[in-house]
């Protein structure tokens, strides 16, 4: 079992920047790959980005490239996702889930944190 526990969000004016963290325990290197994931309001919920724990390879959808970071610490099991220059429709629940490869589907993560609100105002 891996759990996630995520902190970080909250309100920020359009332009600002927010960063979340994942902090993840239990069997954490079961899993080979973090991501992020975000559900806005009336929308499924959407890939944002992956990392690997070992080699640090990075995905991002295209949406958030150039503006959003996702990194790790190894020593911390930790997984940030910083986010700069925030557009109002980054407004979501953001989750970060642990799975076994760096791919963008849901499916393929097996936990799931519970998810930290960011609302982006304009």
């Known amino acids: 079992q891996v759990q996630l526990v995520e902190s970080g969000g909250g309100l920020v004016q359009a332009g600002g920047s927010l960063r979340l963290s994942c902090a993840a325990s239990?069997?954490?290197?079961?899993?080979?790959?973090m991501g992020w994931f975000r559900q806005a309001p009336g929308k499924e919920r959407e890939f944002v980005a992956a990392?690997?724990?070992?080699?640090?390879?990075?995905y991002y959808t295209d949406s958030v490239k150039g503006r959003f970071t996702i990194s790790r610490d190894n020593a911390k099991n930790t997984v940030y996702l910083q986010m700069n220059s925030l557009k109002p429709e980054d407004t979501a629940v953001y989750y970060c889930?642990?799975?076994?490869?760096?791919?963008?589907?849901?499916?393929?993560?097996?936990?799931w944190g519970q998810g930290t609100q960011v609302t982006v105002s304009s």
């Open positions: 889930a642990a799975g076994r490869l760096l791919v963008t589907t849901q499916r393929a993560y097996d936990y």
């Open positions: 239990g069997r954490t290197r079961s899993s080979g790959a």
């Open positions: 990392i690997t724990w070992s080699g640090g390879s990075t």
